[in-house]
RNA sequence: GCGGGUGUGGUGAAAUUGGUAGACACGCUAGACUUAGGAUCUAGUGCCGCGAGGCAUGGGGGUUCGAGUCCCUCCACCCGCACCA
């Protein structure tokens, strides 16, 4: 019987659809194991085969652990909010819900083929209004909530309330706004609206004023990325900034923890190294300079100060200079008359100068304000410059320079020739600054002498007392914008009364009780184009957006909608109990999956995504929801497939193509041509002809009767032709065989290029496999004789190394070690059930089809997937003897076997009378001999 | 610039604690079977050399009886952040 795979496949898919094989319960005595595949977006591309290698990964782990006896929740679902649908249904008036709809059809149908254990039953879209009525819960619960710094935890506002009640916001500054300072009187004193006000300065989502690109000629708000040069990347119309109003989530407030607690997660120290670095945490000290009133501008300045962060307070005595941020708000204040043209003329400069010109060219540029400020221990007049190298948006957009120890500020310093004061003795040479920090301060009065660390502890200390400096904590990390203009997402369960915003269900909105409801379904539209200054295409249904309240007045919903990490923060939770109507996963069910186990995806989701989730899981945690607050406790980056791209070459001016070997003869023009029509390097001319009008006749300039085409590693992606689809690949190899491949293409987390020749070893494989079974002219060929040694040797080193691989994602040697198996098994042609039977339990995690099928024809009932994994056994696994390598000075020159425990005398005495090494030794005495049991030998000469 | 990672045959890659470098495949070469071969099977395949042998894990240096693996140094490439105070 030959190997039909996709009579195998098809069965064996049938048979676990209807056996409902992959239901997954929340009740069990096992172990519970979840595994977790990155959220799919659902483009109407479809998958290439790049997409599942992680998949696939997490596919033969999840069904190891099943074997190994865990209770393994695998699910699949979809992030099915988005731009693309959105822009593909303004370009094409097909509703959102409706491509969504068929791109998701497609991608299941993808998956299946490939044969993944995924529990559909459990599936979750974003999309779906069962499923956004909880990510607009989650959202209510953020916005009744508060970070309370002393507990270093989410809280619900009422705890807020009560502690204004009691003692103002003394003791609790706030996080949106720390000039503001009020006591109980005062709160109490304020009306709701007033209230509501100080609150929104806790929430930890909270509605704020921000800019978004504004593309008038387009009639909509852009995302940074759609904005190149100033101008929109779409159509290159003219962007400006503009201020809307805009829902954030206080993101800020978990930095410390988010960055803590990446301690305790098993994830690659580069991931955790880029949280790390979006973070941004650095430690330093805020200092006020006061504006020196001699040289500023008017007597009533004269209390003005100039704020800077500094993480090195120890070289405050190397201030030579200060430099504010051209868009600083001081600038004009401070600047005097006789420098105000030169000011405004740079400022004006800087202004012209795009995101992209001021990151490329980094030349050194700046202008002098006229104005001073006294150094805060020594009384010294310090002049205050501005410079496009400080950088508005970080710190307080001021800096203190220390020529003597930043790199920066020591060019700047150079180019406007500006005294340098050196703090570093011998070790500053007037050439570069000293950014070491392993240094002796010096020539800094009473912090000569001392390291770094004492001296910024006593100049902070210094300054504290005389009140013009704190420690302070200073993130890169800004909080997360939570408003889209947009139709395609969750509409925010928001009412406005006035500016003032209400959920739903607050009392001060008064809401008729239907209304209260979630989930606030998005309303059907017949067209998207967004709606008036900005504002989402929401805005457009009037009679949406007006809401009557009980008390007769109206009230305006929120038209925005939410981005696309709003359903993706949660839904590993949804999984876990997708049908609940009462809340958004039992607190049974989330007790007892609790986090996800084993997470595989790429690094593009390192500080987005990645992020977002470890917020709200912190944030649902402290809540009470649930009982961690880490979602995901092992994470795997899967590398990139890259396409291998395949060029033919014209010559210049005909339609005359030449073999990749001849080309250099000629002048010609590289094209891609779609990899689906070469095989390997070779080009099949007649579907060549086929594949363009403009190349049917075509002529050819052949290498031995072949044309051969040039290859390039590339992204894969449709405009290089190189996309491979991995239906065809199953279509043609079958989905055990495309599988495999994936994995024997290398280590799981390393990018690697499509080879589609590659293939072939492994297909051959598996029908070798196939052949220990079945013969092709005799058919059965299992028997149930008893296996000898050598046959359960390599049965049971197969079983012991597959397990170790497999535990640690090393999938390509496993591959490796089932051909060693295999090809050992023909050599012994062994044919015994002893020995294949637990093979086929060994391979069904890799190669589920043909396991199922051959499980089957060995007579078994049910499922394979129930079946354990096979133990191995170290009597068959250890060996007694070793062929040890023996070396001369190192370098082997031949083999010897010894038992493990042979006596060491006895060893060297046979050693050194082999005539391979007595040929070596040449007559000489060896000089040291020696021996590592199970290892090797060395004689030393 | 900073941080992280990777450099091994023509290609994808193995080598788990310092112990036979290149397992397993692709490709290539030769052969067998065959109407045919893009099926299957057999043998060979790091480089130099007729051979003995020598040289080989990005380059250079070191530690060691022994280094792809450890240390120092330089180089190249990839990823992330990027005038971050």
């Known amino acids: 019987m030959e190997y039909n795979f996709q009579q195998i496949e098809k069965a064996a898919k049938e048979f676990w659809q209807e056996q409902q094989v992959y239901k997954v319960s929340n009740e069990s005595s096992k172990p519970k194991y979840y595994v977790l595949d990155m959220f799919p977006y659902p483009s109407g591309a479809g998958l290439h085969v790049g997409h599942p290698l992680g998949y696939i990964a997490s596919d033969i782990f999840a069904r190891y652990k099943v074997m190994k006896g865990f209770n393994v929740l695998h699910p699949m679902g979809f992030d099915a909010f988005g731009l693309p649908a959105e822009q593909y249904a303004l370009e094409t008036g097909q509703h959102p819900a409706v491509t969504t709809e068929k791109n998701i059809a497609r991608y299941k149908e993808q998956l299946n083929n490939i044969g993944f254990n995924y529990d559909w039953t459990r599936e979750v879209r974003t999309s779906d209004a069962k499923y956004y009525k909880w990510t607009q819960w989650i959202f209510v619960q953020l916005f009744q909530s508060w970070f309370n710094r002393k507990t270093q935890k989410a809280e619900k506002i009422e705890s807020l309330m009560e502690l204004f009640n009691k003692e103002g916001n003394a003791s609790n500054p706030a996080p949106g706004d720390d000039t503001l300072s009020f006591t109980a009187e005062e709160w109490n004193l304020k009306n709701e609206a007033e209230q509501r006000a100080v609150l929104m300065q806790y929430r930890l ?24 040069n100033g101008v929109s990347e779409r159509g290159g119309y003219p962007v400006e900034k503009k201020k809307l109003s805009q829902w954030f989530l206080r993101i800020t407030e978990f930095a410390d923890r988010l960055i803590d607690s990446l301690n305790n997660l098993e994830w690659s120290e580069a991931m955790k190294e880029m949280q790390r670095n979006w973070i941004g945490k650095s430690e330093g000290a805020s200092v006020k300079f006061h504006l020196s009133p001699a040289i500023s501008k008017g007597e009533e300045d004269a209390s003005g100060v100039i704020e800077v962060f500094t993480t090195r307070p120890d070289t405050i005595f190397g201030v030579d200079f200060m430099v504010l941020a051209p868009e600083h708000e001081l600038v004009n204040e401070i600047t005097t008359a006789a420098q105000q043209a030169e000011v405004e003329k740079y400022v004006a400069y800087v202004k012209s100068r795009s995101e992209r010109e001021r990151q490329a060219e980094k030349k ?51 180019h406007f020739n500006i005294p340098v004061t050196n703090i570093f003795g011998d070790l500053y040479n007037g050439e570069a600054a000293v950014s070491d920090k392993n240094v002796t301060i ?134 876990m109990d997708n049908g609940n109507e009462e809340t958004f996963a039992s ?46 406790k092992r994470l795997v980056n899967q590398g990139m497939i890259g396409g291998s791209s395949r060029l033919v070459y014209r010559i210049s001016g005909t339609n005359k193509f030449v073999s990749a070997g001849l080309k250099d003869n000629y002048t010609c023009d590289e094209i891609h041509v779609d990899v689906n029509i070469v095989d390997g390097v070779q080009l099949d001319i007649e579907r060549f002809r086929q594949w363009r009008e403009e190349y049917a006749n075509a002529e050819f300039l052949l290498e031995d009767g072949k044309y051969i085409c040039g290859s390039l590693l590339e992204k894969m992606s449709k405009r290089y032709y190189n996309v491979v689809n991995p239906d065809d690949v199953v279509a043609e190899y ?208």
């Open 205 to 228: 989502a909270y509605l704020d004023h921000a800019e978004v690109w504004w593309c008038e000629a387009l009639g909509t708000v852009l995302a940074n990325d759609e904005v190149v």
């Open 587 to 632: 607190q049974n069910a989330t007790d007892y999956w609790n986090q996800v186990d084993l997470y595989i995806g790429g690094t593009e989701h390192a500080v987005g995504h990645l992020l977002y989730s470890r917020m709200w899981t912190k944030a649902l945690s402290d809540l009470g929801f649930l009982s961690f607050d880490e979602p995901f």
């Open 442 to 575: 010096q020539n800094s009065e009473f912090i000569s002498g001392l390291s770094v660390k004492e001296a910024a502890a006593k100049v902070l200390a210094a300054l504290e007392e005389i009140g013009i400096g704190t420690r302070k904590i200073n993130y890169r990390l800004r909080d997360a914008g939570f408003s889209r203009q947009r139709y395609w997402g969750e509409p925010f369960p928001v009412v406005y009364k006035g500016n003032v915003p209400y959920i739903i269900n607050e009392a001060g909105a008064n809401l008729p009780e239907a209304m209260q409801q979630l989930p606030l379904e998005l309303p059907h539209v017949e067209n998207y184009k967004p709606g008036p200054e900005g504002e989402g295409p929401l805005a457009n249904i009037a009679d949406w957006v007006m809401v009557t309240n009980n008390d007769g007045e109206i009230l305006k919903r929120e038209t925005n909608t939410m981005p696309g990490y709003a359903g993706s923060s949660w839904y590993f939770l949804r999984y």
């Open 734 to 941: 079958g989905a055990d065989t495309f599988r495999m491949y994936e994995m024997f293409l290398g280590p799981i987390d390393v990018s690697k290029p499509w080879d589609t020749k590659g293939i072939e070893g492994v297909h051959r494989f598996i029908k070798k496999f196939w052949r220990l079974f079945n013969d092709e002219q005799t058919g059965w060929k299992v028997t149930d004789e008893t296996p000898i040694d050598a046959e359960l040797k390599v049965l049971h080193k197969t079983i012991q190394k597959i397990e170790s691989d497999t535990e640690r994602f090393s999938f390509n040697t496993a591959v490796s070690q089932f051909m060693i198996c295999v090809n050992d098994l023909m050599d012994l042609k062994c044919n015994k059930r002893a020995i294949l039977e637990p093979l086929v339990q060994l391979i069904c995690p890799y190669a589920p089809h043909i396991a199922e099928e051959l499980w089957k024809q060995l007579g078994n009932e049910g499922s394979i997937i129930h079946a354990p994994f096979p133990q191995w056994e170290s009597k068959y696994t250890v060996e007694n003897t070793k062929v040890y390598p023996v070396a001369i000075n190192g370098k082997s020159r031949t083999e010897l076997e010894f038992d493990l425990d042979a006596d060491p005398a006895f060893v060297e005495k046979e050693v050194l009378a082999n005539p391979v090494i007595l040929k070596w030794l040449d007559g000489k005495e060896p000089k040291k001999f020696i021996y590592v049991k199970g290892r090797m030998i060395n004689v030393v000469i």
């Open 364 to 414: 050194i540029s700046g202008c002098f304000t006229g104005a001073y400020v006294v150094h805060p221990f020594t009384g010294k007049e310090i002049p205050v410059w501005i410079s496009e190298y400080v950088l508005a948006g970080y710190g307080t957009g001021s800096i203190m320079a220390v020529p003597a120890g930043d790199d920066r500020d020591h060019a700047f310093a150079k």
